[in-house]
């Protein structure tokens, strides 16, 4: 079993922007297993090291990137708007433009203001 020593923030924002329940990783260290749904990712489980799991997540609530709370018993762990922008931020910034195969022969200016 190859164990990931860290995990970056940027995977574990959207690990749990697509809603993975790392609370189960945490609950039970026998059955952490999330796919990563991430293009050009591995499809293959990644098993988390409890220890750095929990100090990432504590990392990431100092930072107000995500809030925790306890609803009927279970620990519920939720994207911050501040989270939910840097998850955005991540999306954009792999963001790939096709490129057509055959050019039509018209240029374009783009103008920022």
Do not use: C, H
Not at 23 to 52: E, I, R, T
């Amino acid at each position: 079993m190859e164990i990931n020593k860290r995990l970056t923030t940027k995977e574990l924002l959207k690990i749990i922007g697509i809603g993975a329940l790392i609370v189960v990783s945490l609950a039970m260290p026998g059955l952490p297993k999330v796919y990563f749904l991430l293009k050009g990712k591995n499809k293959k489980p990644l098993y988390f090291d409890k220890k750095n799991l929990s100090s990432q997540i504590r990392r990431l609530k100092n930072k107000e990137l995500i809030s925790i709370s306890e609803e009927r018993g279970d620990t519920i762990i939720r994207l911050t708007e501040k989270g939910k922008e840097k998850v955005l931020r991540y999306n954009f910034e792999e963001l790939e433009l096709e490129r057509p195969e055959k050019w039509d022969r018209r240029w374009r200016m783009v103008i920022f203001d």
